[in-house]
T-cell receptor
Framework: SQQGEEDPQALSIQEGENATMNCSYK?????LQWYRQNSGRGLVHLIL?????REKHSGRLRVTLDTSKKSSSLLITASRAADTASYFC???????????FGQGTRLTINP | SQTIHQWPATLVQPVGSPLSLECTVE??????LYWYRQAAGRGLQLLFY??????ISSEVPQNLSASRPQDRQFILSSKKLLLSDSGFYLC???????????FGDGTRLSIL
């Protein structure tokens, strides 16, 4: 089964609103990463949060991590049409030489 | 700066034909390399990863194989393609398993 599970599977909001996506995982981690994928393209790394961090910011992105609940959230503030994409969380599954990706959240920003 | 090249961008192959997808990385040495497959609207399934030349770890038993003949070259192959091999194949590299992965633009493989 997947280490990371995103929620919701799909999200549609109006431009200017904030978008929140959640990720839950099952085993201990060293870090959790968020990626973005535009349709038909490769994934692009957005942000990495270590297991000893609780919150991290990058521009309009805010990521939180709650290791006691094994969950993370990605907040995109003041959304733009160009933010339309799929967003994936990925974890290193406690030291394995690989990342395990969730199924993703498809975000649609309506102009 | 580092770049990753993956080709071809699209490929249409008949069932039973062989496959060779190539991925090369520039601007870094001894990267971790990864092959993923993505079904439409789904997440990424890790197929193979490599931490060095000739070192291949297989994640899912299947009709595919991978090789790393050079430090920055990763090849995905099949001797006989199945219909179920259709999908979007992505190559990625990272400095190590804890660092961000950098993806190529993918190959859309259709099996007829």
């Amino acid at each position: 089964s997947q280490q990371g599970e995103e929620d919701p599977q799909a999200l549609s909001i109006q431009e200017g609103e904030n978008a929140t996506m959640n990720c839950s995982y099952k085993t201990s981690i060293n870090n959790l990463q968020w990626y973005r994928q535009n349709s038909g393209r490769g994934l692009v790394h957005l942000i990495l949060i270590r297991s000893n961090e609780r919150e991290k910011h990058s521009g309009r992105l805010r990521v939180t991590l709650d290791t006691s609940k094994k969950s993370s959230s990605l907040l995109i503030t003041a959304s733009r049409a160009a933010d339309t994409a799929s967003y994936f969380c990925a974890t290193d599954a406690g030291g394995a030489q690989k990342l395990v990706f969730g199924q993703g959240t498809r975000l649609t920003i309506n102009p | 700066s580092q770049t990753i090249h993956q080709w071809p961008a699209t490929l249409v192959q008949p069932v039973g034909s062989p496959l060779s997808l190539e991925c090369t990385v520039e601007g870094t040495s001894n990267p971790n390399l990864y092959w993923y497959r993505q079904a439409a609207g789904r997440g990424l399934q890790l197929l193979f990863y490599s931490v060095g030349i000739g070192q291949i770890s297989s994640e899912v038993p299947q009709n595919l194989s991978a090789s790393r003949p050079q430090d920055r070259q990763f090849i995905l192959s099949s001797k006989k393609l199945l219909l179920s091999d259709s999908g979007f194949y992505l190559c990625a590299w990272s400095v190590n398993s804890w660092k961000p992965q950098h993806f190529g633009d993918g190959t859309r493989l259709s099996i007829l």
